[in-house]
């Protein structure tokens, strides 16, 4: 399967911790996002990278959060000093963008499954 | 923020009835999509609709993008209940998706 995956599924953590998720995206696609749904919500954007570059911050992205994407490949979303209010579903997304003439093309963006966190 | 707003939020029909959702949107986006969400999943696009007025029809499903690319609409015909999921409707800017707030349908057999 060539999809875009995510690590871990699952995280349980006390509040004040760090963590960090890893995305793998499609190896092909240059764009990745991360975005936050909490349950029964559609999911919010944090952040996009195109190749290595973040190029988009949301205002929901705080100082606590960072992300990265050192090689223009994976991508890892950290949080640190987590706050219960973190508690949610953490989406990575990849997508393939390229520039034709004046214009540019942007495939659509293909989901992981998700890194579900929970801070107690 | 360009505000996705989706009606209704909840849905519980009979297997075989239709139904109708919609995505409002005070913004003009350049193209639509609608994605179904399972449980512990992550979005799976269904379509996307790009020119105003614009209708497409996947097996039972119907989209359809408002002539001032606005708003959208999903029916459903016959559903089942494998319709069952979240379903979403979002809208493209620039360089990323705004998702609406989401449709959970159950279909009951």
Known sequence: ?120 | TQLLEQSPQFLSIQEGENLTVYCNSSSVFSSLQWYRQEPGEGPVLLVTVVTGGEVKKLKRLTFQFGDARKDSSLHITAAQPGDTGLYLCAGTGANNLFFGTGTRLTVIP
Request: net charge positive; proline share 4%.
């Open chain 1, 1 to 120: 399967d060539t999809g875009v995956s995510q690590d871990p599924r699952h995280k349980i953590t006390k509040r004040g911790q760090n963590v960090t998720f890893r995305c793998d995206p499609i190896s092909e696609h240059n764009r990745l996002y991360w975005y936050r749904q909490t349950l029964g919500q559609g999911p919010e954007f944090l952040t996009y990278f195109q190749n290595e570059a973040q190029l988009e911050k949301s205002r929901l992205l705080s100082d606590r959060f960072s992300a990265e994407r050192p090689k223009g490949s994976f991508s890892t979303l950290e949080i640190q000093r987590t706050e219960q209010g973190d508690s949610a579903m953490y989406l990575c997304a990849s997508s393939r963008s390229k520039l034709t003439g004046q214009s540019s093309y942007n495939s659509p963006l293909h989901f992981g499954n998700g890194t579900r966190l929970t801070v107690t």
